[in-house]
Every structure is written in structure tokens, then in C-alpha cells.
């Protein structure tokens, strides 16, 4: 069974009440599969691992965030103390929803032909995932904030 952090507070009547605070495995599992949602989403729209986004620097930022999406997923699952893998999780979400923002908004060096085009599903599939990783993630950094001051 996973392993649940588990909390006390005074009830109405004044008895200790045992709350059940969110299991730590299966956030961790959803934390890593956001994660690595992140990376399918960048090799779907880059065609395939073996292709480079033109221009160039995009398509390397493509390839740091495949990597660092799989390295974010291991760092969730695996890293003791648990904060560096939800940090690693805001960071990889962050960084691709402003770099999609900013390239259909204002436009990116070498690439001023998606100005506007805020139509793309692939771009939209991966707002909504990354937004979710960094909601999920700075919400499990709060918690453990929470937790630290509380002790």
C-alpha cells in the first residue's frame, strides 16, 4: 500500500482527528507521466527523436527539454530530498510555455511564422500539460514548505 503522510486536528469536539494528507506514490507517478507527457508532446511536434527543428536553436531547445523532460521524470520518481524533482518539474514546465507564448505572441529569432498561430493542437496539448506539471509540482513544493514550517 503506498506510503501516506498523515496529519492531526482538533475536531468540533474538541477530539484529536486523523487526516489522510495525499498519498506520496501515486503523486509522484502522476508528477512523472506529466513529465515525460512533456517530452511526447515536443518529439510529436518536432515529427520524430531523430529530426531538428528548424531554426536549429529551436530544435536543440526541443532536444534539452526531451532530455530534461526524462531526467525530471526520474528526479519526481527517485530524488531524495523530494523538493529537487517538483523544483525540476516547475522549470520544465515553465520554460516551453513561455517559449510557445513568446513564439506566438512577439515572435522568436529565426522564426516569425507561427506569430499568431494559436490554432496548432500539438501547442495546445502541451500548454495544458505543462500547465498542469507546474500546478502540480508548486503545489507539492507549498506542501512541503507547509510541513517544514509546521515542524
Given at each position: ?28 507517478l502522476?508528477?512523472?507521466?506529466l ?5 511526447t ?96 509540482s ?14
Amino acid at each position: 500500500m503506498a506510503q501516506q503522510d498523515t496529519a492531526r486536528r482538533v475536531g468540533m469536539r474538541g477530539e484529536n482527528v486523523r487526516l489522510n494528507a495525499v498519498p506520496v506514490i501515486p503523486v509522484r507517478l502522476v508528477g512523472a507521466l506529466l513529465a515525460l507527457a512533456v517530452v511526447t508532446v515536443h518529439v510529436a511536434d518536432q515529427g520524430s527523436v531523430t529530426a531538428l527543428t528548424s531554426p536549429h536553436w529551436i530544435g536543440w531547445g526541443y532536444r534539452l527539454t526531451e532530455v530534461g523532460g526524462v531526467l525530471t521524470a526520474c528526479a519526481i520518481l527517485l530524488s531524495r530530498p523530494a523538493w529537487l524533482g517538483w523544483a525540476a518539474g516547475v522549470l520544465l514546465g515553465t520554460a516551453p510555455f513561455l517559449g510557445y507564448i513568446a513564439s506566438r505572441s512577439v515572435g522568436v529569432p529565426g522564426d516569425h511564422g507561427d506569430i499568431g498561430n494559436w490554432g496548432y493542437w500539438v501547442g495546445t496539448v502541451s500548454l495544458f500539460v505543462e500547465a498542469a506539471l507546474v500546478t502540480l509540482s508548486i503545489s507539492m513544493l507549498l506542501t512541503m514548505r507547509h510541513r517544514l514550517s509546521r515542524s
